[in-house]
């Protein structure tokens, strides 16, 4: 609905909206703010960032924020919810976070790291992919499951280190991930998908 729009400033919710579909202000990137009527039964603000009405579950993030600290009211972070956040730098993600919907952080360009709680089991389908300055991630030792696509083109990560407690790694999992010259597998290395180390065919390196 607004996907780009590079002059929205601020977004105002009234009391009448039951429902907000994914990616409505992905790449929104001069988006600061969002106002919810109080009187709105399905949606709130905190710390700037549009949620549920009981705050658990992240909705969207502005575009134009360059620092987040998601609130620990927060247990799920929605589909999307960060997708083309352009200015975005550097996320905190509290412990009571136990669910990262599919392609959270797709598209965050400038997002340069991220330490993943030991809260959570699963990185989701495409929920790092195309996070091109990502140049360090903390993968817990509760992930069981990295997801395909999961971290696809983030073309600034050198090294990433797989924890035992992960059995599967997904299809193109870290796809194009160009610059990725070390893997270390803790314990026995999992189930790996179909190119999910492939890299640039033209530098000969897989």
């Not at 001069?30 to 949606?43: A, C, M, P, W």
Request: aromatic fraction near 8%; hydrophobic fraction near 40%; include cysteine.
């Amino acid at each position: 609905a607004f996907i780009a729009n590079l002059n929205l400033t601020s977004v105002t919710i009234p009391s009448s909206v039951t429902s907000i579909g994914v990616t409505v202000f992905g790449g929104c990137s001069s988006l600061t703010s969002f106002v919810v009527d109080s009187k709105n039964q399905h949606y709130s603000v905190v710390n700037k960032l549009l949620c549920s009405k009981d705050g658990k579950t992240l909705v969207a993030c502005p575009g134009g924020l360059k620092s987040v600290t998601i609130p620990s009211s927060v247990t799920t972070i929605g589909i999307a919810a960060f997708e083309g956040c352009l200015s975005l730098k550097s996320v905190t993600i509290p412990s009571s976070v136990t669910e990262i919907g599919v392609w959270a952080f797709c598209d965050c360009l400038n997002l340069t790291s991220v330490t993943i709680p030991s809260s959570v089991t699963e990185i989701g389908e495409a929920v790092f992919s195309y996070c091109e300055s990502l140049t360090s991630v903390t993968i817990p030792s509760s992930v069981t499951v990295i997801g395909k696509e999961a971290f696809e083109g983030c073309l600034s990560l050198t090294s990433v280190t797989i924890p035992s407690s992960v059995t599967t790694i997904g299809d193109c999992a870290f796809f194009e991930c160009d610059r990725l010259t070390s893997v270390e597998f803790k314990g026995t290395p999992p189930s790996v998908g179909f190119m999910a180390f492939y890299a640039d065919f033209a530098t000969g390196s897989y």
